[in-house]
């Protein structure tokens, strides 16, 4: 949750509109709210997607997330409620219950967070060879094939879980005992951040001198 945020308004217009139009501020206020949350949601949707989006599409940005099943994406999600000006809010959330590790992708999992195995000694990370060029696991765990067997990379510094394929080593897992994961996810940041600072300002500026100009007061 990213919490409430200054904006910038013109002072004198936002007072005027307030003492002569308030019902109709209001209603030019839901309209730049739902603007808003747009804005917002646009620039979420960029950042998992297209040019912002996973190794696959060459980002190499240490905050990179990569969209694969877009199950995540599909949980961005903003609601305008109220009637009178001083009850309008935006809420704008990502995540559910069928998208668990959102929470993860945004604050990170990391030190005494970091993720580990519930059961047994190792997480089980799929290798390249084991992802569609979506980023989609081709193989879920190691219990969906009988040909795997245990191997140490060389100089037995990384286990791994591996199969041949027309004779050759072919690594499918890579086995740790703990991951880190780095905050990514960038709800909070974007919506904090300069962009959505200025479309904030912009939108709701927009709004007041709407709502004068509707009134003959512009």
Do not use: C
């Not at 190794?55 to 305008?80: C, K, M």
């Not at 000694?121 to 290798?127: E, N």
């Not at 080593?169 to 996810?185: A, G, N």
Request: glycine share 8%.
């Amino acid at each position: 949750m990213a919490g409430p945020v200054t904006i910038t308004l013109d002072r004198a217009a936002f007072s005027r509109a307030v003492d002569k139009a308030p019902d109709v501020l209001a209603r030019a206020m839901r309209i730049q709210f739902r603007a808003i949350a747009r804005e917002f949601e646009l620039l979420m949707e960029h950042r998992m997607s297209g040019s912002l989006s996973g190794p696959y599409r060459r980002n190499n940005s240490p905050d990179r997330l990569a969209r694969r099943s877009g199950e995540l994406i599909g949980t961005l999600n903003s609601r305008v409620t109220g009637q009178k000006l001083d009850k309008i809010t935006l809420r704008s959330t990502v995540g559910s219950s069928l998208t668990p590790y959102a929470a993860t992708q945004e604050y990170g999992a990391q030190g005494v967070n970091a993720i580990r195995p519930k059961k047994g000694k190792y997480l089980t990370i799929p290798a390249p060879a084991n992802l569609t060029p979506a980023g989609l696991t081709r193989f879920p765990n190691p219990r969906s094939r009988s040909d795997i067997f245990f191997y140490l990379t060389k100089g037995k510094e990384l286990p791994t879980l591996a199969t041949l394929k027309g004779g050759k080593l072919q690594i499918m897992w890579f086995l740790k005992r703990s991951v880190e994961i780095k905050p990514r996810l960038g709800f909070r940041k974007t919506w904090l951040g300069k962009p959505m600072e200025n479309t904030r300002a912009e939108r709701l500026n927009d709004g007041v001198a709407a709502a004068l100009r509707s009134v003959g007061l512009s």
